[in-house]
């Protein structure tokens, strides 16, 4: 069974980014947010009562994705997944009034149901930067951005909450606020990080 590294952070930050740089670089299989191909999300962008189907279907594509890359012998990178999207943007959701108290609770079921058949990321790469970096980089960008800059500091809370219960082996915290866009200075650390913790 392969291994999962999960790239995690707030919209914008550059998880997709940093799995394309990675990819590139070594040899991983992916796994992507595939926000264009998402039956949901655009509706949810237009009218956020398709909050809950948004959340479901993501919750099952990112479990059906985990266990598709585990099948490959390579470690895999996953862009953000399924533990984000419950810890980080159900919880955002439900704080915004997206998501009422019922769907919240059916949304955890649910990830707990999943998180129970699967394993979790063998590592968690966490990726931070200022409100101001965020801002920057969300508008550049030619993408539907459900969570805006100021979602940031929720999602912070909401992810670091999730982080701090996990052993700290499990997960790397960045501040990428100084890096590179593109990782270009990031990427052989972070390889070097991944074959030091044996993901491979």
Not at 33 to 49: A, G, N, S, T, Y
Not at 174 to 181: G, K, L, Q, T, Y
């Amino acid at each position: 069974m392969g291994k999962l590294i999960a790239i995690v952070g707030a919209s914008g930050v550059g998880k997709t980014t940093l799995v394309k740089a990675l990819a590139e670089s070594g040899d991983f299989t992916t796994g992507y947010e595939q926000h264009e191909e998402r039956p949901f999300q655009i509706l949810f962008d237009q009218d956020k009562r398709y909050a809950l189907p948004n959340q479901i279907d993501y919750f099952l594509l990112r479990a059906e994705q985990e266990r598709g890359l585990r099948t490959d012998p390579r470690p895999a990178l996953i862009d953000g997944g399924l533990d984000v999207d419950f810890h980080g943007f159900a919880r955002l959701f439900h704080k915004r009034g997206y998501l009422d108290d019922d769907e919240f609770d059916l949304c955890k079921r649910l990830y707990n149901q999943l998180r129970t058949a699967l394993p979790p990321p063998e590592l968690v790469i966490y990726l931070t930067a200022s409100v101001d970096v965020i801002r920057q980089r969300l508008a550049k960008r030619e993408r539907i951005n459900i969570a805006t800059s100021d979602d940031a500091g929720l999602l912070k809370t909401y992810l670091e909450e999730w982080l701090n219960n996990l052993s700290p082996e499990k997960y790397l915290k960045i501040d990428v606020s100084e890096n590179d866009p593109k990782y270009v200075g990031l990427i052989q650390q972070l390889l070097l990080e991944i074959e030091k913790r044996n993901i491979q």
